[in-house]
């Protein structure tokens, strides 16, 4: 069985198994290259040779333990007919839904056929990949999905659409449930194209307060991961509440997953001492560790490998891998992590 | 003494002392127009009477138990010597720290010269407020300001400060110190003209992970309300460490101020029952749902009084009030805490 699979039903690794999310970007050379050739962002999502190509490239680097499809989160809004696009240095501007009649107009009928590209990637990967490494497929959370399709953009806070919550939890809801419904069958399809292991992301799940973190964000994952339990039994699924802080040890409790990834801020003594032994813990090193480098980095990767080494656990940062990180600095994390211990 | 004080030496009142962050401000008509005699933001900061006037605006209309001086966090980098401007919808622009010459630069020496304007509007608050109502003077904590003053503006996560930190913390710690001297003779000089109590905003505490949270915001804190309480031992201290999570408790036994002011992700039935009895409680209802009013927000006013009903309180907002707040919610948060209860 694969050394992420393994981990995920509980098993205890030394070392543990490690990938790093967007450990396929810019910060690569060969990513940048093929990046050029593929126009825009979205090109390079829907074109599944170029797709697969820079989702195979950090493993043929680092030899990670697992790959994740090269995607993006908005392709699903995207499948349900809002206009998408991503403007250089700026993000993804997406159509904002304007109200009710947008909501029941998001139309879950063409979105395999718009999505066909992206599991025909999946199914390359697979094919290509190593059968000891796994692939993950994801998806965006339901809170995360809905905060850009209300906003629009980004945004520090997404006022805009706690606040559309607030006013019509019930409007809300619905569009929550048809995100819901989407993403169960849109991982549905990646996992029969071929992916070991899926993954939601809820990006924004920090700026929810505790009530609705439960009813936005830890309810709908938790809904979520029971449905592809129901389905795909043997298909680990990873959820990453990302800023959860006070309600990371409910979130852990109350979702079922068989994975947790742990934000940048969660300190490790507490999440291996407060948290329940499963779901298996992810993550949690400082992106900007691994962009400063040095014996610096070195320590950290010790820091956090040593307070989950008698729990199971997958290395990983706690959020993205930044663009301006020295290709050398995660050859060096790999190492560290690798090399036999005094 | 009044009402805000005595809940910030450990007093239970019931209803709890009430005001709220960004209480003056372009939610109100009445800001507005002298916002628009004033020309730019910092104009108004740096105008007395205009200052004075906007501050008293909320206690006018709302009876609240506290003002707090209308100004602005950044005004100590300005008065460091570091150029600011704010542009309309975008926010501050501050010229960016490059390097340990330009820490070094920074000079305290004209810093009050040039915030006289400020001392003198505090003096003219305290002048004509109710003698009842407490004048909370206020400053950014060194963290937050760095954040600032090496980005020269806003950003997601101030993963360029964070790197820099990462860096040189030698260099990155000197700022900080000289961040902390200029914030206690400030704050000083606040409470000297008037201020009954101060309160310092960390406003991005919540990008940090555990260590440097306890480095760069924690200990920064406990350092600056030791050195006030040194000399103004009667005057309370509230520290805001906004996005603290899962670093809340240890923050709260080790900062040792008076009041600890709650974000809006902090559940209240958590920190009723985990944190200490004291400092006291300041927080923590969803702006969002000040925006949207009706039964709900009553409701919300309701569940944030009762959890914390045994141990001293200062009713707030958990982050500001939101500019599209209307008016009449805001009375009718205030007449809810005070209208005699079942």
Redesign the interface.
């Known amino acids: 069985m694969q050394r992420l699979v393994r981990a995920l039903k509980g098993e205890v690794l030394d070392p543990p198994p490690v990938w790093l999310m967007r450990q396929a970007g810019r910060y690569l050379p060969e990513y940048r290259a093929v990046r050029a050739q593929a126009g825009g962002f979205l090109d390079l999502c829907y074109d599944p040779p170029l797709a697969t190509e820079v989702t195979l490239q950090p493993i043929r680097r680092y030899g990670f333990d697992a790959a994740i499809l090269f995607s993006d989160i908005l392709v699903i809004p995207h499948a349900l007919g809002r206009h998408l696009r991503f403007v250089e240095n700026e993000g993804p501007k997406l159509e904002p839904l304007e109200g009710a009649a947008d909501v029941a107009r998001l139309d879950p009928e063409p979105m395999h056929a718009r999505l066909a590209p992206v599991y025909e990637a999946v199914e390359r990967i697979r094919g290509e990949l190593d059968p000891d490494v796994a692939l993950i497929g994801f998806a965006g959370a339901p809170w995360t999905l809905g905060c850009y399709m209300v906003e629009g953009q ?1 945004s ?2 997404f ?1 805009g659409t ?2 559309w919550a ?2 019509d939890p019930e409007l809300f809801g619905r569009l929550i449930r048809t995100l819901e419904t989407s993403i169960v069958a849109y991982l549905e399809r990646q996992i029969e194209a071929g992916a070991d292991v899926v993954m939601l992301f809820d990006s924004w799940a ?5 009530d ?2 439960v009813r936005w964000c830890q309810e709908p994952l938790a809904r979520i991961t029971r449905a592809l339990g129901a389905r795909h039994p043997n298909v680990p699924v990873i959820v990453f509440p990302r ?1 959860a ?4 040890a409910d979130a852990a409790r109350a979702i079922g997953s068989a994975g947790l990834a742990l934000d ?5 003594d ?1 999440a291996a001492q407060t948290l329940p032994e499963r779901p298996t813990l992810q993550g949690n090193l ?4 691994l ?2 480098g040095g014996v ?1 980095l070195d320590a950290a990767v010790d820091r956090i490998r040593s307070a989950f080494r008698d729990r199971p656990h997958i290395f990983n940062l ?2 993205g891998v ?1 663009q301006q990180t020295d290709p050398d600095n995660v050859a060096r994390l790999v190492r560290r992590l690798r090399e036999p211990h005094a």
Do not use: I, Q
Request: hydrophobic fraction near 45%.
């Open positions: 980004g520090k806070d006022a706690r606040l607030a006013r920090g700026v929810l307060p505790a609705g973190f800023g802080g006070l309600n990371y940048t801020t969660v300190p490790v507490w400082d992106p900007v560790a962009v400063a610096a706690g959020h930044l």
